[in-house]
């Protein structure tokens, strides 16, 4: 079983367009993060958001708001106002304890395509 | 600061070679991983490594080698390149999971690798 989730594998919207982006966890521990990275066409992968398990505050930042919500074990991606620059393929991370290493697994990605 | 350096961005190889893709990091990262991107299945562990002299198999570690004899360094060895390891491969360095902004993973560009 995947221990992350990302039900939508394409998405595809018209510029301004409001999208959000689903990411589903699995874990046992108590203690793990949460990440979101941005693959732009260009291949590079970009940190975007990191979340504790012990902080499940909403973030927004810009255009971007993040939901952690434990309760349902997922951690969803909301671009407001979508523009042709977010379009790129956007993985969701998990980091849990390894013999207290904590080494991220992704998610399979979800690709964004934003038309003008 | 250069940040992570991948090295070749491309290469063609016969079946049956070998190379090695290099990969240094420059923020004294003490964690180094190594990824492969395959189209829809998102990135999967290669290898990793906590610290110089320390390394562990990741998900799919089958077909590779690595080392890691400086904080710098963290090559990746192909032996005996087979279509399968046909990839995006992408380097990655953090600090350790005990630190602030710890567990961010500093993405390089990344190699594409053609095994035919």
């Known amino acids: 079983a995947q221990k992350v989730t990302q039900a939508q594998t394409e998405i595809s919207v018209v510029e301004k367009e409001d999208v959000t982006l689903d990411c589903v966890y699995e874990?046992?521990?108590?203690?793990?993060?949460l990440f979101w990275y941005k693959q732009p066409p260009s291949g590079e992968l970009v940190f975007l958001i990191r979340r504790n398990s012990f902080d499940e505050q909403n973030e927004i930042s810009g255009r971007y708001s993040w939901n952690f919500q434990k309760s349902t074990s997922s951690f969803n991606f909301t671009i407001t106002a979508s523009q042709v620059v977010d379009s790129a393929v956007y993985f969701c991370?998990?980091?849990?304890?390894?013999?207290?290493?904590?080494?991220?697994?992704f998610g399979r990605g979800t690709s964004l395509i934003v038309h003008p | 600061n250069a940040g992570v350096t991948q090295t070749p961005k491309f290469r063609i190889l016969k079946i049956g070679q070998s190379m090695t893709l290099q990969c240094t990091q420059d923020?004294?990262?003490?964690?180094m991983y190594w990824y492969r991107q395959d189209p829809g299945m998102g990135l999967k562990l290669i290898y990793y490594s906590v610290g110089a002299g320390i390394t562990d198999k990741g998900e799919v570690p089958n077909g590779y080698n690595v080392s890691r004899s400086t904080t710098e360094d963290f090559p990746l060895r192909l032996e005996l390149a087979a279509p399968s390891q046909t990839s995006v491969y992408f380097c990655?360095?953090?600090?350790?999971?005990?630190?602030?902004?710890?567990?961010?993973?500093?993405f390089g560009a990344g190699s594409r690798l053609t095994v035919l």
């Open positions: 874990t046992r521990d108590t203690t793990y993060y």
């Open positions: 991370a998990l980091s849990e304890a390894q013999g207290g290493s904590y080494i991220p697994t």
């Open positions: 990655a360095s953090s600090y350790s999971w005990s630190l602030s902004g710890a567990n961010v993973l500093t």
């Open positions: 923020m004294n990262h003490n964690y």
